[in-house]
């Protein structure tokens, strides 16, 4: 009887849970395989460090790496810090929260590359910033803004499409703690940053956590925002990645920047939330 | 100052931002679009000097995306509906069992959404290649399903977890037959759950981008890849920004249905009981 309901629940899990895993487990298997050698297209097939060492050897992959790695890291950073006060602002209801809460939520359906469009036609040469700027008087001519060498554009972007999801996350935690707790602490003589520091951080750590991890994954893969509004002297990661696939044909060599990408979402990710679950203890702390 | 007072002043500088980074750059979008093509809207006129429909025709006439918007909304239907029926066995184990390893298996069905989207599209081409695969529909298709899942598996198991046990067991009692069970216990209850994930898979699907690049490249084009040949080295504004709204538009009309469906989706009201 229970073998059979474990033969059920397996066979229930096929088709949904079981593609995922044959799909991406193989994708992942591709990607990795296909760095040391194996499933080569053209030519032999057989385990080799060359492509790694190739690869490592040149300064065009560190580059991606570690300009992906700030990407990720900034934006991630810069929509939680923006998302924060907005969702202890509408942590209770009042006239107009939810015109507010939908409003700034609205990002959430533009389509990234539509994003991207938008915003570079607002800060393009003649676009409608500049001639703000120069109609204020603040500039006397145009600047240039576009495909900066920073990358501000790009994070503008990141933070501009993400605030709102970090917000969607963080306003739901907030939401949670009961104003008992929040009253208890004042009663107990907290002024509103100890408050802060030392009841709502810590109970929304999770929440907090988990909108870091997901921005910082999708930072550090992005293409469009990097392709549309990014500096050109620099490649994303996933942008080296589809350039050596593409202009080369060069799978094997994708296929290290792919493992080197995987490798920053997931450490990346993870460290970046452990070192917040550290910073909120040592804030409880001081 | 009092607290009512703060709210307003901050509603009021809230408007002001949204202004800027929504109002404004939409505003532009949608100028542009309407550009008539025998004058340029150049430095320094504020509005564009002509304007018509003439670049929204040109568009539809001269580019490939009318190939595109078929392409697009044969695919995300496909995807909506095969999505939905490869999630259901999942969501119904997860949604209705108890089993060890059950937090595991809701873990990783959120694998796709872990993986970076362009080594997921990269590597399934090669693949694919590998395998000898070179149906595009087909592979982005599959691609887009498995991208997808999650949301469905996720939107689907809370609403089999709203099924009552209860019910179900009365209306076995009362000798209801399977089909007459699902009519009136576990469709009221799964009917908000069903659409929505419908919809979501389907707006997604419109939208992506990754794995329609790589496995379309370089004949099959969606809306987005569209949209991203007139963003890369041809850059022409005027089309951009009519495939921009195209692409918008729609997906924001679905998005506020969406959200009322959402809404009605609560436990109270699919229970019968307030």
């Known amino acids: 009887m229970r073998l059979r309901r474990a033969g059920l629940i397996l066979l229930l899990l096929l088709p949904g849970l079981g593609l995922i895993l044959v799909l991406i487990g193989s994708v992942i298997v591709m990607a990795f395989g296909q760095s040391v050698g194996y499933f080569a297209l053209t030519g032999e097939s057989g385990f080799s460090w060359e492509h790694w060492r190739e690869q490592l050897d040149g300064r065009l992959l560190w580059r991606s790496f570690q300009y992906s790695a700030y990407i990720a890291t900034t934006s991630s950073i810069l929509s939680v810090l923006l998302a924060y006060p907005i969702a202890m602002w ?10 507010a809460g939908a409003l700034l939520k ?27 700027m120069v109609w204020l008087g603040i500039i006397d001519r145009p600047i240039r803004m ?6 501000y554009g790009v994070i503008f972007l990141q933070v501009w499409k993400n605030m709102p999801f970090a917000l969607l996350l963080l306003t739901g935690s907030v939401q949670a703690i009961s104003d008992d707790v929040l009253n208890a602490a004042r009663d107990m003589g907290a002024g509103s940053i100890a408050r802060f520091r030392k009841v709502i951080l810590p109970l929304t750590v999770p929440a907090m956590q988990a909108a870091l991890v997901i921005i910082f994954i999708g930072a550090a893969g992005d293409f469009s ?25 060069g799978y094997h060599e994708a296929g290290v920047v792919a493992v080197l990408l995987m490798a920053l979402a997931l450490f990346g990710s993870v460290a970046l939330a452990g070192l917040t679950r550290f910073a909120v203890r040592a804030g409880m702390k001081v | 100052m009092r607290a009512g007072t703060i709210n307003r002043i901050l509603i009021v500088v809230l408007i002001g931002v949204c202004v800027l980074w929504l109002v404004i750059p939409f505003a532009m979008a949608i100028l542009w679009s309407i550009v008539d093509p025998s004058q340029a809207w150049s430095y320094p006129d504020l509005f564009p000097a002509r304007v018509s429909f003439q670049r929204w025709v040109d568009v539809w006439q001269n580019t490939a995306l009318k190939d595109a918007l078929v392409n697009s909304y044969t695919l995300a239907p496909s995807v909506a509906i095969t999505t939905l029926l490869l999630a259901t066995p999942t969501a119904y184990a997860i949604g209705r069992f108890e089993f060890p390893g059950k937090t595991a298996v809701q873990v ?17 081409a090669s693949l694919l290649l590998n395998l000898g695969l ?86 099959f084009t969606t809306v987005p890849t569209i949209l991203y040949s ?18 918008v538009v729609p997906n924001v009309a679905l998005m506020l249905v969406l959200e009322r469906l959402l809404k009605s989706a609560n436990p109270a009201m699919v229970s019968g009981k307030g």
């Open chain 2, 108 to 124: 990783l069905s959120l694998l796709p959404l872990v993986v970076p989207g362009f080594v997921i599209a990269v590597f399934m």
């Open chain 1, 146 to 151: 576009q495909n900066d060498r920073n990358g």
């Open chain 1, 106 to 132: 609205a990002p959430l359906l533009v389509p990234g590359l539509v994003a991207a469009f938008l915003f570079i036609n607002v800060i393009s040469f003649h676009g409608f910033f500049n001639e703000l």
């Open chain 1, 225 to 249: 925002f990097q392709a549309v509004a990014g500096p050109t002297q620099v490649n994303s990661m996933a942008q080296l990645m589809v350039r050596l696939k593409g202009e080369f044909g």
């Open chain 2, 230 to 247: 007139f963003l890369g080295f041809n850059f022409v504004r005027s089309n951009a920004a009519v495939v921009s709204l195209i692409l």
């Open chain 2, 134 to 219: 070179y149906n595009r529909f087909a592979s982005i298709m599959l691609g887009h399903c498995v991208l997808f899942l999650p949301y469905a598996i996720r939107i689907l198991s809370v609403s089999f977890g709203l099924v009552r046990q209860d019910l179900i067991d009365a209306a076995r009692d009362l000798g209801a037959s399977p089909w007459a069970r699902f009519h009136a216990v576990y469709w009221p209850a799964l009917k908000p759950g069903v659409l929505a994930a419908l919809i979501i898979v389907f707006i997604q699907s419109i939208e992506e981008f990754a794995l329609a690049f790589i496995l379309g490249s370089p004949d």
């Open chain 1, 90 to 99: 509408l942590r209770r209801p009042f006239r107009g929260s939810l015109f």
